[in-house]
């Protein structure tokens, strides 16, 4: 069945048409077209009529909605087609969004094209005909898997391009040009908002097999300093070889980086969950010695919190996303640890209950041991975690003493109360049953005279 808004950007180009003018698709759409990726993102542009003239086109097919005349963006409700006119931009400050535009509906394929960022992002394809226009050699850099700038002095004017240039070379598994390496070492980020820094570095995260690229391109830009300054302290932090022979903390997180991607789609939190991979060993940047010959980092997992808490900050407001990261990269250590002493279900139990995603949790230390030159998974210990998982989930799902329990056994809310909750909560985590629970309770409360 043909997607109906595919068959709506048809309609428009037929009446675009028959006004004298000719409509492309233009952007990801034709890029992802050619490269046989799907992409619902449906953007057009339109040539050779007014935009009174297209408004009049657009108002007979549906619900006209746009961003503003000035912009030269419209939609039909209804539909997910952004319907753009050829537009020139003029910067007037160091920001994304510091840029004067003005509609020109005759100002030319080449034109319109050349204000484009990457040459596999200025393709257009007439919608009617399905030719390719290619003004700047996009379809020659695609082939290749090369990321090349259109034009030097447009593309300098917005600086959010440096991070586009590394989590589009990370989706797509492109190599930069060395021009435009050379290029985006020369622009200053300073001025972007966190919010468009967290917009691309998602992308990369999210959306990318091998995200690690997206760190590696920014390094060769020369551009972590300003928004990963931490990510950058990792190159030459060594570890000991023996456990880590890939190298310094830096190789070993781009390698847990590109395994976490394999297992994000299984955490309650993927985006949360990548982070954490990112920043699991901040701490070894503070804590890493040389102790008789040895490497060693003892505490990393704690002592790092409090970069990551300020890396986290720079990028997101979000205290949610911030407390998952914090939670599961203080835990990061715990899984392995505790399957090589077989420990007991009391304390798998309880590391499951601290953690905010307990199968996640798993996961990050699956992604952290096969970070490494050489490392296979460690089935046995996997299958471990994974019964132990299985029982807490059982335990927790049992029913348990509450509040209104201790109420009802004659036990009244006060100051001491919480204590008596948290005695209950470790009894629970112990799996002892409701009844047998309540008992014990109620013989500790009247131990410590509490009433």
């Not at 993102?41 to 040539?47: F, N, P, Q, S, V």
């Not at 090369?146 to 598994?173: K, S, Y």
């Not at 590109?258 to 993927?270: F, T």
Request: glycine fraction near 8%; include cysteine.
């Amino acid at each position: 069945m043909e997607d109906k808004n595919i068959k709506m950007a048809e309609r428009i180009a037929s009446r675009v048409e028959q006004e004298g003018g000719r409509a492309y698709y233009v952007g990801g759409f034709v890029r992802d077209r050619l490269l046989g990726k799907d992409n619902k993102d449906i953007d057009i542009e339109i040539h050779g009529v007014t935009p009174a003239v297209l408004e009049s086109i657009l108002n007979s097919l549906g619900k006209r909605t746009e961003m503003g005349k000035d912009f030269g963006i419209y939609g039909l409700k209804g539909y997910d087609v952004d319907i753009a006119m050829p537009r020139k931009e003029e910067a007037i400050g160091r920001g994304h969004k510091d840029f004067t535009v003005f509609v020109d509906p005759f100002l030319g394929t080449e034109k319109a094209a050349r204000r484009r960022d990457f040459t596999m992002n200025a393709l257009m394809q007439d919608v009617l005909t399905g030719e390719v226009i290619d003004h700047f050699g996009g379809v020659e850099d695609l082939k290749k898997g090369i990321l090349r700038h259109v034009n030097a002095a447009t593309f300098v004017e917005d600086p959010l391009r440096v991070l586009r240039a590394g989590q589009f070379a990370a989706r797509f598994n492109f190599v930069v040009a060395q021009e435009t390496i050379e290029l985006c070492k020369t622009m200053d980020l300073t001025a972007l908002a966190r919010e468009r820094i967290m917009g691309e570095l998602e992308k990369a995260l999210l959306k990318a097999d091998h995200p690690s690229v997206f760190f590696v391109e920014m390094k060769k830009m020369e551009q972590l300093d300003t928004w990963f300054p931490e990510v950058k302290q990792l190159i030459g932090v060594m570890q000991n070889e023996r456990y880590h022979p890939e190298g310094d903390v830096w190789n070993h997180t781009m390698l847990v980086l590109d395994e976490a991607a394999k297992l994000k789609k299984y955490a309650e939190n993927p985006l949360g969950f990548m982070l954490a991979a990112l920043t699991h060993d901040f701490g070894k940047v503070l804590t890493t010695t040389i102790e008789n010959g040895r490497i060693r980092s003892i505490g990393h997992e704690t002592e790092g919190l409090p970069m990551i808490r300020t890396f986290i900050r720079r990028v997101t407001s979000e205290n949610k996303l911030l407390k998952y990261v914090l939670n599961m990269d203080e835990l990061h250590m715990l899984p392995y640890r505790l399957a090589s002493q077989n420990a007991g279900k009391k304390s798998t139990n309880r590391m499951f209950d601290r953690s905010m995603d307990p199968q996640g949790l798993i996961y990050l230390a699956r992604a952290d041991r096969l970070g490494r030159t050489g490392a296979v998974r460690d089935q046995e210990a996997e299958q471990f975690l994974e019964e132990r998982l299985e029982y807490f989930r059982e335990i927790m799902a049992r029913p348990y003493v509450m509040g209104a329990d201790l109420v009802a056994a004659g036990l009244q809310p006060g100051p001491e109360f919480s204590e008596i909750l948290a005695y209950a909560h470790k009894l629970r985590l112990a799996g002892i049953e409701k009844e047998e629970a309540l008992k014990q309770i109620l013989a500790y409360a009247s131990s410590q005279n509490i009433r």
